[in-house]
């Protein structure tokens, strides 16, 4: 039985970066879905899944509205969409920015920790807003795993100083050390 069902990463500034370690170290039969929360505008990066697939040999996808999650998938929100997790599948939305973002990590990672619970990971990455803080709580406060990279060493260190100060019991831990503890999570539930 999986204690955990969805990770969901939330980043901004030096993202490119950080998702390529990250997804890099992930195995390719990582069994849970992955959805990312990259900041992007519709203009701004238009091919990011393009390039981090080339970069991670992962395939990545920007899914339509209403997609299916699939186990073991990596999404992407599309540029200038908010992604939401919605009954098991992915919606989008073009709603309002949030803290000046569209796709806004709070709005994947309170939608996540709404439908999830307990069972979902979210991981702060590198950025330079709070975008993402009340997402981390929200899945700390429904009883979900907060992993924060160590802001001295990200590339933008405010996202992950916010996150760390709206959370009480979140991991930090440098990028490198996330996908295997990650791994060691699914390791542990199977």
């Known amino acids: 039985m999986m204690l955990f069902e969805l990770v969901a990463v939330g980043t901004s500034l030096g993202g490119l970066n950080a998702l390529t370690v990250l997804l890099s170290a992930l195995p390719a ?10 900041h992007r505008g519709k203009d ?3 091919s990011l899944a ?12 920007e899914p339509d509205d209403k997609a299916p999650i699939i186990p073991g998938r990596v999404y992407m929100a599309p540029a200038d969409y908010h992604l939401l997790i919605d009954n098991n599948c992915l919606a989008l939305s ?12 709070d709005v994947l990672l ?3 920790g709404e439908y999830y619970g307990n069972k979902v990971v979210a991981v702060i990455l590198t950025g330079s807003s ?3 803080a009340l997402g981390a709580r929200t899945i700390e406060e429904r009883g979900g795993l907060v992993i924060i990279q160590d802001p001295q060493e990200a590339e933008a260190g405010a996202l992950p100083k916010c996150a760390l100060l709206a959370t009480k019991r979140a991991r930090v831990m440098p990028l490198s050390e996330i996908a295997p503890y990650l791994v060691s999570l699914c390791s542990m539930q199977t």
């Open 29 to 38: 039969d990582f069994p849970l879905p992955v959805v990312l929360a990259p």
């Open 44 to 46: 701004r990066y238009p």
């Open 50 to 61: 393009n390039c981090l697939a080339e970069r991670t040999k992962r395939a990545i996808e």
């Open 94 to 105: 073009t709603e309002a920015p949030v803290r000046h973002s569209r796709p806004s990590i």
């Open 110 to 112: 309170q939608s996540a």
């Open 130 to 132: 709070d975008d993402g």
